[in-house]
């Protein structure tokens, strides 16, 4: 089936530390995001890709890094710059590069908590 | 900039009552329309959608109509059921910033 996975989906880590999440579509899209949700403020774009060995930053990208090497893959890094770590972060992606549709395909989630 | 509000939540109805999530959008140009449920554990998924004013977006019961005269998108259903307990996102779309914007989401909690 084609969709969104998502990896892992719960994890834990230390202050201080990096962490990578995984997302990877077999939907063949040309756009990639993430986004983080936190409770009562919906989701904020943290970075996205429009095509492969290109990306923007979203609203929120401070402490976080992404790499868009393959059209699939869209790995989203949360460095131990990211000073409130702990939230539920989740991968869309699109059917074309601008996202005229608006209409976007999210993977279950990764929930990162920091100890 | 672009922004969505959404009523605050959580609204809890019986089953087969009706509902009614408003939302009001501030865009520049004319944006796109669209509702978001996001099941407990689970990513979103498009419920439903409208690209132009009057236009009215419609799936699993649920309705919404482009109002561009009060710059509103509410969703509404006249009968919830258990299942539809999940939280909604109201979002818009311009092709000037690329990208959606969300709402805070709404929680709906449907009881027998």
């Known amino acids: 089936d084609g969709g969104i996975t998502q990896s892992p989906k719960y994890l834990f880590r230390k202050e201080g530390q990096n962490v990578t999440l995984s997302c990877e579509q077999n939907?063949?899209?040309?756009?990639m995001y993430w986004y983080r949700q936190d409770p009562g403020q919906g989701l904020r774009l943290i970075y996205y890709?429009?095509?492969?060995?290109?990306?923007q930053k979203g609203d929120i990208a401070e402490g976080y890094s992404v790499s868009r090497e393959k059209k699939e893959s869209f790995p989203l890094t949360v460095t131990s710059a990211q000073k409130n770590p702990t939230a539920f972060y989740l991968c869309?992606?699109?059917?074309?590069?601008?996202?005229?549709?608006?209409?976007?395909?999210f993977g279950e989630g990764s929930r990162l908590t920091v100890l | 900039g672009d922004s969505v509000t959404q009523m605050e939540g959580p609204v809890t109805l019986s089953e087969e009552a009706f509902l009614t999530i408003n939302c009001t959008y501030t865009?520049?140009?004319?944006?796109?329309l669209f509702w978001y449920v996001q099941y407990p554990g689970e990513g979103l998924q498009l419920l439903l959608k409208?690209?132009?004013?009057?236009d009215k977006g419609s799936n699993k019961g649920f309705e919404a109509t482009y109002r561009k005269e009060t710059t509103s998108f509410h969703l509404e259903k006249g009968s919830v059921q258990v299942s539809d307990s999940a939280v909604y996102f109201c979002?818009?779309?311009?092709?000037?910033?690329?990208?959606?914007?969300f709402g805070t989401g709404t929680r709906l909690q449907v009881t027998l």
């Open positions: 869309a992606s699109s059917i074309d590069g601008q996202g005229r549709t608006g209409e976007l395909f």
């Open positions: 939907l063949n899209h040309d756009a």
């Open positions: 890709s429009q095509i492969v060995n290109d990306f």
């Open positions: 865009a520049t140009g004319y944006p796109s």
């Open positions: 409208a690209t132009k004013a009057d």
């Open positions: 979002a818009l779309y311009t092709g000037t910033a690329s990208k959606l914007t």
